[in-house]
């Protein structure tokens, strides 16, 4: 099964016959078998007709729109299963759910940082981390548990982002053409797409989040499980993708098809799903 990455501006998506094909400027590029499409990426500038929507609908296939700075822009995913309500969390138990997050979370993070080279900033960062990390047992609410995930994201992406911007100023000839930001929030937002596919077949009522509230995000639980993973498949795949890229591959494509390739990708979302179902069934 294939990933469809509609990566270029001015792609419109059209069905031939039992295909979909891929036009670039009124020319078409390639075709796809429809039932060889398992899910659809698409950058800004990317059209889909109404042929190809009713496809997508038909076929049930998962589709993720992104705007221009990478962010989530649209989607549209097969209808699930009624949510399970035996999926709930008392107020205890969604206590015990973030810090059991928020400490992986933690503990991630600062093994990036470890990884990466040692400047002031990231020293002082990894310190602030490490003491959130050592008092997290004190925190005795939620409140508190989401003032400590607030303060160390705050100081962990300001840091991270300072040493991404100056790795790429450094890389000269090979610098991709994206910013940093856009990297990373793409990351993100195919992390936050997988997610959300895995926890709805999982029958989650999304809006039941720990570390996240409705305010924060429209699916805190997904938003929990981004949080999770975030510094290894988001933030550590960026280090590692800008760290090997060159002028030639430096591609929106080459980047998502490097991204969704990762070792251990599937089998660590599983492993957020699966703790969280035995914790809720329990």
Same mark, same amino acid.
């Given at each position: 099964?294939?990933?469809?990455?509609?990566? *270029?501006?001015?792609? %419109?998506? +059209? &069905? /031939? !016959?039992?295909?979909? =094909?891929?036009?670039?400027?009124? @020319?078409?590029?390639?075709?796809?078998?429809?039932?060889?499409?398992?899910?659809?990426?698409?950058?800004?500038?990317?059209?889909?007709?109404?042929?190809?929507?009713?496809?997508?609908?038909?076929?049930?296939?998962?589709?993720?729109?992104?705007?221009?700075?990478?962010?989530?822009?649209?989607?549209?995913?097969?209808?699930?299963?009624?949510?399970? *309500?035996?999926?709930? %969390?008392? +107020? &205890? /138990? !969604?206590?015990?759910? =973030?810090?059991?997050?928020?400490? @992986?979370?933690?503990?991630?993070?600062?093994?990036?940082?470890?990884?990466?080279?040692?400047?002031?900033?990231?020293?002082?960062?990894?310190?602030?981390?490490?003491?959130?990390?050592?008092?997290?047992?004190?925190?005795?609410?939620?409140?508190?548990?989401?003032?400590?995930?607030?303060?160390?994201?705050?100081?962990?992406?300001?840091?991270?982002?300072?040493?991404?911007?100056?790795?790429?100023?450094?890389?000269?000839?090979?610098?991709?053409?994206?910013?940093?930001?856009?990297?990373?929030?793409?990351?993100?937002?195919?992390?936050?797409?997988?997610?959300?596919?895995?926890?709805?077949?999982?029958?989650?009522?999304?809006?039941?989040?720990?570390?996240?509230?409705?305010?924060?995000?429209?699916?805190?639980?997904?938003?929990?499980?981004?949080?999770?993973?975030?510094?290894?498949?988001?933030?550590?795949?960026?280090?590692?993708?800008?760290?090997?890229?060159?002028?030639?591959?430096?591609?929106?494509?080459?980047?998502?098809?490097?991204?969704?390739?990762?070792?251990?990708?599937?089998?660590?979302?599983?492993?957020?799903?699966?703790?969280?179902?035995?914790?809720?069934?329990?």
């Amino acid at each position: 099964m294939t990933t469809l990455y509609l990566t *270029r501006s001015k792609t %419109l998506l +059209t &069905v /031939d !016959r039992s295909c979909f =094909a891929v036009q670039h400027c009124h @020319r078409t590029t390639s075709r796809y078998p429809i039932s060889q499409v398992k899910q659809i990426i698409c950058f800004e500038g990317v059209r889909l007709n109404r042929t190809s929507q009713r496809e997508i609908q038909r076929h049930q296939i998962p589709l993720l729109q992104l705007d221009r700075t990478g962010a989530i822009c649209g989607r549209w995913y097969p209808k699930a299963e009624a949510i399970d *309500r035996r999926l709930s %969390l008392s +107020t &205890v /138990d !969604r206590l015990d759910v =973030a810090e059991w997050l928020l400490k @992986r979370h933690l503990e991630d993070s600062i093994d990036l940082l470890t990884r990466l080279k040692g400047t002031p900033s990231l020293q002082a960062t990894r310190h602030v981390l490490l003491l959130l990390h050592e008092t997290l047992s004190d925190a005795e609410s939620l409140d508190m548990i989401r003032g400590y995930y607030a303060t160390g994201t705050a100081y962990f992406d300001r840091a991270l982002r300072e040493t991404l911007s100056g790795y790429i100023l450094q890389l000269n000839g090979s610098r991709p053409p994206m910013t940093v930001s856009q990297l990373l929030r793409v990351g993100e937002s195919l992390l936050h797409h997988h997610l959300e596919i895995a926890l709805t077949q999982a029958r989650f009522d999304l809006s039941l989040g720990s570390l996240h509230v409705r305010a924060d995000c429209d699916a805190p639980l997904v938003c929990d499980g981004v949080a999770v993973l975030r510094p290894c498949f988001v933030d550590g795949f960026v280090v590692r993708w800008l760290h090997h890229c060159c002028s030639n591959s430096s591609t929106w494509l080459a980047f998502c098809t490097a991204w969704e390739r990762q070792p251990f990708l599937h089998s660590q979302i599983d492993e957020v799903v699966e703790p969280l179902h035995r914790w809720l069934t329990a």
